[in-house]
């Protein structure tokens, strides 16, 4: 073994003698030690381009830009939540180190507590919930646990855009059904709730090979909460096939004008085939936090703790801490005045409103949500009046408009057609996605730049 790395170093140093060192042998040992070998893992094929890193950059080079696009909120969260953090951090030293590796234990706990009510199930913290890196690491969890080579997984079009990519990193086929809205009068304005599924286009998607049913409510982008009905048809087909159900339901408490969230989970004999995905960075607006969740039956949550347990393995204790003294403030709190879940959703329907009349006001037509951070808005009059925009001729138009309103108004959105599957992207091109969790002061930004571009409008 050493003669062989012996040779290898005269072999690589011999071209050198007598030249100068360092830069020059930096050079070649990085020609001669590049591998031939296939280096990203077969899984990784086609997914490798991320349409958010190429936005949020594009934002990040324009200067005075109001950042509509990425689904954060930009006001502080609870002033509870705040100070549970606080504690944590300050409090016992023991919140440093490792805790209980599928969930803090005061977490899993209340998270039973809370969510069984909820659901009316008897909720076992030990072997009915996990928490997780956000839910964005409950969904990567669920998806390696469940989902094998070959397996089909159904998804409801609009999607969040992580679905698809985890769906073929564990092997899967994705299956797409669109919602789509239905036609409205002239003049009358569009609801998320006119998005409907065809049930029988719906049904035909099940196979023996359906594995796993994504539902997303409320909806990002769409901000539709899917009605008992629509849960009932899903159910009924998850039930008759056999089919596992991963419900996203981060959103859960942003739900406007009298509309209910319903969890699918709660549902007669959904609890035994349904995973329920939370999030505490929407629940208390504190996206970096990364703290999530996933609530099931043991049959289901056994494997997602073997995906765990040899992944990420634990996560960020004091975070763990900070949500549990959240909830419990919550529970003390529920269903009242002084509930941040009753706070919350009425403040950011405001907000909603507020983002509806500014961009109706500038010719744009809102899709009204139900719930959610999002709202949809038809470009198709911009459409035709610019439709030449700069651009990749096979680009999508909703991407060539994203790009030319950052760059020429100062606002950014999300382009509609990158929640959608290549082939159905063309019918969706017409719509962008705002997020309207935003304060007072950004929406008052996003006013200027609106009533700036409308006057540039005016002869």
């Known amino acids: 073994m050493f003669r062989n790395t012996t040779a290898i170093c005269l072999h690589l140093v011999g071209p050198l003698r007598g030249k ?11 020609q001669t030690l590049t591998m031939a070998k296939r280096l990203q893992a077969r899984r990784l094929d086609g997914i490798d381009h991320n349409p958010w ?4 950059q594009l934002a990040s080079e324009e200067a005075d830009v109001v950042n509509l696009g990425q689904g954060f909120p930009d006001f502080s969260p609870p002033e509870f939540a705040v100070e549970a953090f606080q504690h944590a951090v300050s409090g016992d030293f023991m919140l440093n180190q490792y805790t209980k590796a599928f969930g803090y234990p005061p977490l ?15 909720i076992d913290p030990l072997k009915n919930v996990l928490v997780t890196v956000g ?6 969890t669920a998806f390696q646990a469940l ?8 998804i409801i079009e609009p999607f969040f855009d992580c679905y698809e990519p985890m769906t073929l990193m564990a092997g899967g086929r994705p299956v797409f059904v669109s919602l789509k809205p239905s036609p409205t009068q002239k003049g009358e304005p569009d609801s998320s709730s006119n998005w409907q599924l065809d049930p029988t286009e719906l049904a035909s998607k099940f196979t023996s090979r359906t594995k796993a049913f994504i539902l997303n409510t409320p909806n990002n982008p769409l901000g539709k909460v899917f009605s008992k009905e629509e849960l009932e048809l899903v159910a009924s087909l998850c039930q008759q096939h056999d089919v596992v159900c991963i419900s996203d339901e981060v959103y859960q408490w942003m739900v406007f004008d009298g509309f209910q969230h319903i969890s699918i989970a709660s549902l007669p004999g959904m609890w035994e085939r349904t995973l329920t995905i939370g999030s505490a960075g929407k629940t208390f607006s504190v996206t ?14 056994k494997h997602l703790r073997t995906v765990h347990q040899n992944s990420v393995y634990h996560c960020a204790t004091q975070g763990q801490a900070a949500v549990a003294q959240s909830f419990e403030r919550e529970q003390l709190h529920f269903g009242r005045p002084s509930s941040y879940f009753v ?9 909603r409103d507020h983002m509806i009349q500014s961009l109706q006001s500038m010719g744009f037509r809102p899709v009204t949500p139900q719930g959610s951070y999002f709202l949809i808005t038809d470009i198709s009059d911009f459409k035709n009046k610019m439709p030449d925009l700069p651009g990749a001729a096979d680009e999508p138009y909703d991407r060539r408009f994203v790009k030319w309103m950052i760059k020429n108004k100062g606002l950014v959105a999300i382009p509609m057609s ?23 002061s950004t929406l008052r930004a996003m006013d200027q730049k609106l009533q700036k571009w409308k006057a540039e409008l005016t002869p």
């Open 20 to 30: 100068k060192s360092g830069a020059s042998l930096t050079r070649c040992l990085h």
């Open 53 to 56: 890193v190429e936005f949020v």
């Open 108 to 122: 899993t706990k209340i998270l039973a507590s809370f969510f069984g009510k909820l659901l009316g199930q008897e």
């Open 135 to 140: 839910a964005y690491g409950a969904l990567f």
């Open 147 to 154: 989902v094998d080579e070959g397996d089909e997984v159904i």
């Open 288 to 301: 970096g936090w990364k703290v999530g969740w996933v609530l099931g039956p043991d049959s289901l949550m």
């Open 343 to 351: 706070q919350l959703p009425q403040y950011i329907q405001r907000c």
């Open 418 to 440: 990158i929640f959608f599957s290549l082939p159905h992207q063309k019918f969706f091109d017409h719509y962008i996605r705002f997020c309207f969790v935003k304060d007072e």
